[in-house]
């Protein structure tokens, strides 16, 4: 079954950097375009970045552009997100996740989420 | 950025009665927008994609509608399952963006 875990949050201090993991398994990991979305404590998704099958197409939202970045090893089959110049309101539950299907409407939506990492930026 | 505002932020109603779920954008997504139901400490879950379609599993007495900039998620007879918070997301522009969600609470 398709299983996505994120690891590499904790807290960090404004400025500074962090590196989350998505490990993807149950699945051809080279098949599907992955992406990053955020949830900050009791608020609604807020949807980061997106990442192509290669990796050669990326995008990232606005609030993030700059000071985050996408990637993904294939042959490790896996996701990351670096963040750099973290601020007190990137603090969110990170999630990473995969389309739920490679065709048909559901290719654009997201149909299988991981259980989410925390990241805090505090002082 | 494509804006969507989803209304009312709260709805309280009772199980068995019909639920109606309001999406809007800040400009045409022709049909490119989905649902999501997420309850406390879960991540969310598809329920339907590109306006209409339900995702695999998703019960019939959810069902979708709309197109352009007006969407609704309809909930035909509540179950005590289905009270959770739910969100529009669209997929015609990048960035993709979510709707900030409407609370269904038990009345």
């Known amino acids: 079954q398709v299983q996505l875990v994120e690891s590499g949050g904790g807290l960090v201090k404004p400025g500074g950097s962090l590196r989350l993991s998505c490990a993807a398994s149950g699945f051809t990991f080279s098949d599907y375009y992955m992406t990053w979305i955020r949830q900050a404590p009791g608020k609604g998704l807020e949807w980061l970045s997106y990442i192509s099958t290669s990796g050669s197409t990326i995008y990232y939202a606005d609030s993030v552009k700059g000071r985050f970045t996408i990637s993904r090893d294939n042959a490790k089959n896996s996701l990351y997100l670096q963040m750099n110049s973290l601020r007190v309101e990137d603090t969110a539950v990170y999630y990473c996740?995969?389309?739920?299907?490679?065709?048909?409407?559901?290719?654009?939506?997201?149909?299988?989420w991981g259980q989410g990492t925390l990241v805090t930026v505090s002082s | 950025e494509i804006v969507l505002t989803q209304s009312p932020a709260t709805l309280s109603l009772s199980p068995g009665e019909r639920a109606t779920l309001s999406c809007r954008a800040s400009?045409?997504?022709?049909?490119?927008l989905g649902w999501y139901q997420q309850k406390p400490g879960q991540a969310p879950r598809l329920l339907i994609s590109d306006a209409s379609n339900r995702a695999t599993g998703i019960p019939a007495r959810f069902s979708g509608s709309g197109s352009g900039t007006d969407f609704t998620l309809t909930i035909s007879s509540l179950e005590p399952e289905d009270f959770a918070v739910y969100y529009c997301q669209q997929r015609s522009n990048w960035p993709r963006t979510f709707g900030q969600g409407t609370k269904l609470e038990i009345k």
């Open positions: 400009e045409s997504v022709s049909s490119y």
């Open positions: 996740a995969r389309p739920s299907s490679q065709g048909g409407s559901g290719y654009y939506y997201f149909g299988y």
